[in-house]
């Protein structure tokens, strides 16, 4: 299979936020993984896009600028947008970037101080060298930093005793709300996507109306964990509200647990209509007929 054949993962990280790739491996792994395509989404910074996109290019991926963003619907429902071809240039955009990573810096402050009342001592040196230069600290470098510590034996036991609601290592996020992003999407000139809407219909159903009135462009209908037939309600719920579809692996590395980059690829005729909607005013748009993923 040639690159240009290969379809497209359109949620990514790299170690600029909470990935274990740098930018420029993410780009060679994708192309190993013969993708067409892959878009940036790491959380909270853009400052990756730069490396990723040129080494792209080098490697025949069509590299497609993004972002993921965390917000909230009351009370504390967390639901994530991605904004799709952001500009990465554009200054209000840039400023919320650097204010959410002083706020998530400022958070691990205060996660380091719970766990030390509950005698588990790290300092913010080992989170940072966990982290590998990562622009946006998150809980995951914390919990990489717990593993190396011997306080954990995974990642996923890391979150468990220590960073989930109710342990002495969560702290809450500042919130902003979907409307706050897809604002912030819209005026980077990007396209907002409701990331991962939900493993079932019900909640997918409980969220629409909130996010519909967020102003939110589309919706991501291949995920991993999402069955064909879950991926095709959501192309009907799609179809009813005149959303696009994407998707995406949602690939952090190989030491994170999850997809593999390229097991999830969107279809030609999804990415088609998203590259459509680049031209036309914002607002609800034509929605393609899902497929399941391969």
């Known amino acids: 299979m040639k690159p240009s054949e290969g379809g497209s993962d359109l949620h990514v990280h790299s170690n600029r936020s ?10 060679a792994r994708a192309r190993e993984a013969n993708l067409a395509r892959v878009a940036h989404t790491d959380h909270d910074t853009v400052e990756g896009w730069a490396e990723f996109a040129s080494a792209a290019r080098a490697a025949g991926v069509e590299p497609v600028s993004g972002v993921e963003l ?3 619907l009351p009370p504390d429902l967390e639901t994530h947008v991605v904004g799709l071809f952001v500009d990465p240039a554009n200054a209000a955009l840039k400023e919320s970037m650097a ?85 912030l999407v819209r ?6 996507i409701w990331a991962h809407p939900g493993n079932t219909r019900a909640d997918v159903v409980a969220r629409l109306p909130a996010m519909l009135e967020s102003g939110i ?13 879950h991926t095709g309600e959501l192309g009907a719920i799609a179809r009813t509200h005149g959303l696009l579809l ?17 097991t999830i690829r969107v279809p030609e005729s999804a990415w088609r209509a998203i590259e459509a909607a680049r031209t ?3 607002g609800p748009v034509a929605s393609s007929e899902p497929k399941p993923s391969r």
């Open 70 to 72: 965390t917000t909230y």
């Open 99 to 183: 204010g959410f990573r002083r706020v998530r810096s400022d958070r691990i402050g205060a996660i380091l101080e719970g766990l030390r009342s509950a005698g588990v001592v790290l300092d913010r040196a080992g989170v940072e060298a966990a982290a590998a230069g990562a622009e946006s600290l998150g809980r995951p470098h914390v919990a990489e930093a717990l593993v190396r510590g011997g306080f954990a034996g995974s990642i996923a036991e890391a979150f468990h005793r220590f960073l989930v609601p109710g342990k002495p290592g969560y702290v809450s996020k500042a919130k902003i709300t979907p409307a706050e992003a897809v604002r």
């Open 280 to 282: 036309k005013p914002a």
């Open 187 to 192: 005026g980077a000139g990007g396209i907002p």
């Open 217 to 229: 462009a589309g919706l991501e209908a291949w995920y991993p964990g999402y069955s064909a037939g």
């Open 18 to 27: 909470d990935g274990t790739l740098s930018p420029g491996d993410l780009a």
């Open 246 to 262: 994407s998707g995406g692996s949602d690939y952090h590395g190989e030491r994170k647990e999850g997809a593999d980059l390229g």
